[in-house]
């Protein structure tokens, strides 16, 4: 297993070619931009490497019986989801945002069993390929994107239907060797920063869309393999010092890219899925349940930083003691265990799939993202709430160094005597990065639109049942 510090080092070796701001970046690891978000992720590697944590951040690989990274651990038990969940609370919670490496580990998790159910009805032999591929990653303690969301084009339109037959990835050519895939995945989490990337169908698919039923892994700096580094509200501050950033050493959400695959070549031993449509909407569901369980576990971490500067932030202002501001601490608190209460009950409520990896339940995991698009952004309101108008108006760090104005802006921004206006600066800053709209549209969409969680719930309740117990205790007839 590797430490945070050789994961960094690690990425120095890769080719990985990124564009930001009008520039291909010569180094994604020393850039401002960025480097807060390898900070994060290089988190998912100390904590397997730390006593006080291992037992949550390790694993015994079911393959090899070695000891890894439970970020490329496939879930066998129990014990091993809710660990799972747990291990997302405790690196949300040293972060105090996203750490990225997840959407990598689900990907595995879920290829492991769709590979397995692909080969069992039709003969293929995707499972020992990802095997191996599985293995290796362990091995080399790889860091791998999770490629899941297509551009779409027209959301009315399937992909077989769309005016540019790229806007979802597909084999663009079979060849002796490998084929050769097209197109491009959007909002890639960590991708920058990954060394491979693992890429999935993100939809159910028809017959029309053979060519799109393709999951496969390439290497990060493979040769075709382009991306775009997204802009994120206040970025510009990265590079203009450390206060303002509010959560300087690791950011705000996962510093997305987009990710262009421009005639990739993949050779056979990385592609896991090839046109067997039928097993796409499993794929989906089985990544998604996987996902959202996540989100229950690393949002209610990052949460808990909140609370954190949320009560802190009160202490400073002299409001702490008040009535409503501790009301709204333990409602803050309420919706956070809320959250974590659906990851804990999805790991606890789980089964066994046929190739004997445990699955959450999918109505819980989806109850609990649900609930992370409903609760984050109450959270950060009532933050807001406690913490007061100085989030949308406080002066630039450059102002306590600014001669003229320095000893005002410290002498008004203070509030209690003993406490420095600049502690009380930093803590609005923290608040006000975890409360803005980067981290609430993560939670609205990233894992899926809440409307995606609703059309789970919407299918899995047995609707007949609860009508009857109703109709049982009113005496009703059935209708
Ligand atoms: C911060 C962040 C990180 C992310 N990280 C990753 C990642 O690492 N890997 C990855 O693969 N993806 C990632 N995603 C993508 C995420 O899964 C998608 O944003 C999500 O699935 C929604 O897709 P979309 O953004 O294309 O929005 P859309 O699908 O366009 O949804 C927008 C709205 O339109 C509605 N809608 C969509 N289609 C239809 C339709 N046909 N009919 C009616 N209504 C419709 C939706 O319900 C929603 O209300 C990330 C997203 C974010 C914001």
């Known amino acids: ?50 006593p006080a944590h291992g037992d949550l951040a390790c694993a015994t690989s079911h393959l090899t019986g070695r000891p890894i990274n439970r970020w490329t651990h496939v879930p066998r038990t129990r014990d091993d989801l809710v660990k799972k969940a747990k291990m997302m609370r405790v690196a949300g919670r040293i972060t105090g945002t996203c750490f ?46 999770g490629a899941m969301t297509d551009p779409k084009g ?71 393999v382009i991306q775009v580094f997204g802009r994120q509200v206040n970025d510009s501050r990265k590079w203009e010092g450390t206060i303002d950033q509010g959560n300087a050493t690791y950011g705000v959400v996962g510093g997305e890219a987009l990710v262009i695959f421009d005639d990739v070549f993949v050779p056979w031993e990385r592609v896991f899925m090839l046109g067997e449509v039928e097993f796409a909407g499993t794929l989906v569901e089985r990544f998604t349940s ?62 066994s799939l046929a190739c004997g990896t445990a699955i959450v339940d999918p109505l819980l995991a989806n109850s609990a993202k649900f609930n992370t698009a409903r609760y984050y952004p109450e959270v950060t309101r009532l933050a807001q709430d406690i913490a007061g108008g100085f989030l949308a108006t406080m002066p630039s760090e450059r102002e306590l160094a600014n001669p003229r104005v320095a000893g005002f802006v410290r002498k008004y921004y203070q509030t209690r005597a003993d406490v420095p206006a600049e502690d009380r600066l930093r803590l609005g800053r923290l608040i006000e990065n975890m409360t803005g709209a980067t981290p609430i549209v993560e939670c609205m969409h990233g894992a899926g639109s809440p409307q995606a969680q609703k059309v789970v719930v919407q299918r899995t309740i047995d609707w007949a049942l609860r009508r009857t117990l109703a109709q049982r205790i009113a005496s009703t007839s059935k209708p």
């Open 154 to 224: 027209d959301r009315s339109k399937r992909p077989h239907e769309q005016h540019d037959p790229d806007l979802f990835v597909r084999v663009a050519e079979r060849r002796e060797d490998g084929i050769v895939v097209r197109g491009a995945k959007m909002h890639q989490t960590g991708a920058v920063n990954s060394h491979q990337f693992i890429v999935l169908p993100g939809q159910a698919l028809g017959p029309e869309d053979r060519d799109y039923a393709v999951a496969f892994a390439v290497p990060a700096d493979a040769p075709g």
């Open 1 to 50: 297993m590797m430490t945070g510090s050789q994961y960094v080092e690690s990425l120095r070796a890769l080719k990985t070619e990124v564009h930001f701001m009008g520039e291909r970046l010569a180094s994604v690891v020393d850039h401002p931009a960025i480097r807060p978000h390898v900070n994060a992720a290089a988190v998912t590697y100390d904590l397997a490497t730390d």
């Open 100 to 145: 990225q490496r997840c959407v990598g580990m689900d990907a595995l998790i879920t290829l492991h069993s769709v590979t397995h159910d692909v080969d069992r009805k039709h003969g293929t032999t995707y499972h020992e390929r990802f095997k191996q591929f599985l293995v290796e990653t362990q091995d080399r303690d790889l860091m791998s994107g």
């Open 290 to 351: 996987y996902h959202r369980q996540n989100y229950g576990g690393c949002k209610s971490g990052n949460l808990d930083v909140l609370i954190g500067a949320t009560a802190a932030i009160a202490d400073v202002q002299g409001t702490a003691k008040a009535a409503h501001v501790r009301d709204k601490l333990a409602e803050m608190a309420h919706l956070v265990e809320t959250m974590y209460s659906g990851a804990l009950a999805c790991s606890h409520e789980c089964s």
